[in-house]
């Protein structure tokens, strides 16, 4: 695996834990992951007009996409309103391996391998870690992150059948960027009976700045794939549940316990010898 690809892995996997910890962090989590999802609407808004429309077979797992990762953010949302950000990240990021290889070997009967069957012991593991005993999160919030991470499984699978509809994959991301945002701020408007964004105020700034981290992290992934195999840039990237953990002590006064780090450890370890 080239260097290129290991250190923009590594970065993407500590600005998606950083954009986690701005959303955990925030007094308005609904209304700052809306903004940030503005942001990524914005940012992709020239794409979606320079290249041309995805085909007619495309759309429906564009628009399915999009709408998953609106109950992705609410769900997310939810799941922090009660838990610290080392305990319902590496659950979300150590959940969605384990569905995507169980799913595979119940329902399309993909054998196992040997690193997967540890990968998915590890994991487990380390979830039920942080799930139990005197210091796991509230119920309501590990079963929001179960959830969560289930959403990612199922816009991830959408994804990987969508985006093979079209020629290029790049307008395929962009317009399931462009519409998730819209989405998210009509789902905030209903939800909240109107949005209000003060251009004049810091935390718009914030929020956009943090809309910027999240499309930058998920830039790079998509750059290291073109240097290494998807297994081992994703593998690298599950790193990001322990730099939660470190971000979550040192940021947000969360605490760092011997037996959090050991399971987030553990989480991550699990993880990447699913991906590999």
Known sequence: MSTIAVV???VAAILHASWNAFLRNGTDRLWSVTVMSLAGSVIALPFVVYFPLPGAGAWPYVL??????VGYSLFLVAAYRHG????VYPIVRGTVPLLVTLGG????????????????????AGIMSL????????????????????????????????????ENPTAYAMWVLFLYGLL????????RRGLVIDFRAPATWKAFGGGVVALTAYGM???????APAGLVTAVRETSVVFAVIIGALFLGERLTVRRVAACVVVAIGAISVSL
């Open 8 to 10: 923009l892995a590594l």
């Open 64 to 69: 399915l996409s999009a709408s998953l990762q």
């Open 84 to 87: 610290e950000l080392g305990q």
């Open 105 to 124: 070997f119940l329902i399309f009967g993909e054998i196992l391998g040997t690193f997967q069957t540890i990968g998915v012991v590890l994991v487990a």
């Open 131 to 166: 799930s139990f005993g005197r210091s796991r999160a509230a119920t309501s919030s590990l079963l929001f992150a179960f959830a969560t991470a289930l959403i990612i499984a199922c816009y991830s699978t959408v994804d990987s059948i969508g985006v093979r509809q079209v």
């Open 184 to 191: 998210l701020a009509l789902t905030y408007a209903i939800v």
């Open 221 to 227: 992934v998509v750059v290291a794939y073109s240097f």
